[in-house]
Every structure is written in C-alpha cells, then in structure tokens.
C-alpha cells in the first residue's frame, strides 16, 4: 500500500493557460475524491468517482473543470483557461465502500 | 448548506498543557472524520466516530461525538511539540465518510516547546 500519489506536487502556470493533474488512489480502492483547498481554508468538496462513474460534482466545479476516470483507477483534473482564482492545492482522496477517505498531498497550483 | 465551524481558529500552548478544540454544526451527520494536517501536505485521519455520544481515545487525544451527532470535540493530553499542526473535522452522510466530506475551517494548533 503505497498511498495516494499526485503529480504533480507543484504546478506554476500563466493565466489562461490549461493544466491537468493526475491522481493515482490507493490499490483496489473504489471511490476517488478531489477537494480544492485553499490558504487558511479546510479542503472544499469538488467531485468524486465511484469506479469510473461520476457520482456527485460540486457547484463549485465550473464548466471549465472536468475530471475523468477512465478505467476506473487513476483520476486526471484538467482546468481549462486558468483564473487567479483558481490558485489553490487540489487534493485527491481514495477508499472504499467500507473505509474513510485518505488523502494525498496534493498539487499546489499558482496563476501567475 | 451544512456548516462545520471550529473553535478556536488558532491556538498557541505550552508543551504539557491541555487542550480542547471544538467542531459545531447545526447539521446531522452520520459519521465525523478528524484530520491533521502538516504545511505542504494533505490531511492524515486520525479517527472516525458514528454513534452519538462515542468515544474515543488515540494515545493522547480523545474524541468525543455529540449525542445529536451534530458536534465533537478533541481533547489533548499533556501536549507535544509533534501535535502541532492544522486539525481538521469533516462531516459525512455515510457511516465510513466515504461519500462526500464536509470540512471545518480548521484549528491550527502550536505547541511551544
């Protein structure tokens, strides 16, 4: 068990600009998660997976976010036309139907 | 909407000294994470409670559910420099928190040596 691993750990980009993380969940665990977090903040609930089916988005996902999980496994968060705004650490979660939610440690992404 | 407010937002103690941090919500949840967080890194769980009323104790700390599952609190025993950090409560509608979390706004906690 290796964890939730996130890449990548730190992201610095232009405004308007796409970027897209990736997050690989803990071995045979089925439900994925992403939080938003941001300074001074606890992590605020975007979106979360259970297998490769969508099952909640979070009003604030906005249409220029979109999370994918293909095959049921790992999880890309793209962000299409960065905002300032969108400066934050996004965090990834994972667990199962009978297990709580461990994170990873995150991507920090700064708007420059 | 439901809420989690933590008090206090900040709390400076001396090692060795005791502590409570408080997570109040006017909303019912089936089960309650608590988390800590490090500078740079993502929340690690410490426990989960589901039964009003529930207690339970990690070596030092002890967390307690409201019996109207609407709040909890952390109690540090004898504090360390290692407890330092960011603690988190995060709400949940399923037992196991494996749905969408809520989170507080946190309590970030210093231990002075």
């Known amino acids: 068990d290796t964890g939730v691993s996130q890449n990548p750990r730190h992201k610095i980009t232009k405004r308007g600009q796409n970027v897209t993380f990736r997050c690989d969940p803990i071995?045979?665990?089925?439900?994925l998660y992403w939080y938003r977090q941001t300074l001074g903040q606890g992590p605020e609930f975007l979106t979360y997976?259970?297998?490769?089916?969508?099952?909640?988005k979070s009003r604030l996902l906005s249409d220029r976010f979109s999370a994918e999980r293909p095959k049921g496994s790992f999880s890309t968060l793209e962000i299409q036309r960065t905002e300032q705004g969108d400066s934050a650490m996004y965090l990834c979660?994972?667990?199962?139907?009978?297990?709580?939610?461990?994170f990873g440690d995150g991507t920090r992404l700064s708007i420059l | 909407t439901q809420l989690l407010e933590q008090s206090p937002q900040f709390l400076s103690i001396q090692e060795g000294e005791n502590l409570t941090v408080y997570c109040n919500s006017s909303?019912?949840?089936?089960?309650l994470q608590w988390y800590r967080q490090e500078p740079g890194e993502g929340p690690v769980l410490l426990v989960t409670?589901?039964?009003?009323?529930e207690v339970k104790k990690l070596k030092r700390l002890t967390f307690q559910f409201g019996d109207a599952r609407k709040d909890s609190s952390l109690h540090i025993t004898a504090a360390q420099p290692g407890d330092t950090g960011l603690y988190l409560c995060a709400g949940a509608t399923a037992n196991f928190g494996n749905e969408k979390l809520t989170f507080g706004t946190g309590t970030r906690l210093t231990i002075i040596p």
């Open positions: 909303s019912v949840f089936s089960s």
């Open positions: 409670v589901v039964t009003g009323g």
């Open positions: 997976f259970q297998n490769e089916a969508q099952l909640e």
């Open positions: 979660a994972s667990s199962d139907d009978r297990q709580p939610q461990h």
């Open positions: 071995s045979e665990h089925n439900r």
